[in-house]
């Protein structure tokens, strides 16, 4: 054996040696990733559920008022007093418009109409509009809670 083909030889174990640890060192890394990946939760942060609207005085009577970073709508009646609903449409989740003319939810997304009280009454949503509680805070703010699912005879006197 030359001198020439045992430096080839060593040289050769090298570069093997080097590829086998760069491997190595990729596997460790990949596995190391997915064991963080799988101890970091998978949680979507939500806004808050419960946040302050405002006065109840900033509400006018009759037409209802749209939140749109809320997506609620408030409605003030003067016998009745405070309610909100939802105006997300529980088809795929468009925004739904309240139309004072028939006094009805309309969905502009696949035709989806809903009566005042948020039933159903033209499909495709499978379910009514949600309804949240609403409540007086100590500020004397109005404070709605989407947590809180109430029925739509739920009304807040103020
Ligand atoms: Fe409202 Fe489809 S999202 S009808």
């Known amino acids: 054996m030359t001198r020439e083909s045992t430096g080839m030889k060593r040289r050769s174990f090298l570069g093997w040696g080097t590829a086998g640890l760069v491997a190595l060192c990729s596997a460790v890394g990949i596995s190391l990733g997915a064991v963080v990946r799988f101890l970091t939760p998978s949680v979507f942060y939500e806004p808050p559920q419960t946040f302050k609207i405002g006065n109840p ?13 809320e997506k609620i709508f408030v409605f003030r009646d003067r016998d009745k007093g405070f309610a909100v609903a939802s105006g997300v449409c529980t088809h795929l989740g468009c925004t739904v418009a309240y139309f004072q003319s028939d006094q009805r939810f309309h969905c502009p997304c696949h035709g989806s109409v809903f009566n005042a009280d948020g039933t159903v009454i033209h499909s495709p949503a499978p379910r009514p509009l949600e309804w949240f509680e609403v409540t007086l805070a100590r500020d004397g703010q109005l404070n709605v809670d989407k947590d809180k699912i109430v029925l739509p005879t739920y009304r807040l006197m103020v």
């Open 57 to 69: 005085g900033d509400y006018p009577f009759g037409q209802p008022t749209f939140l749109a970073d």
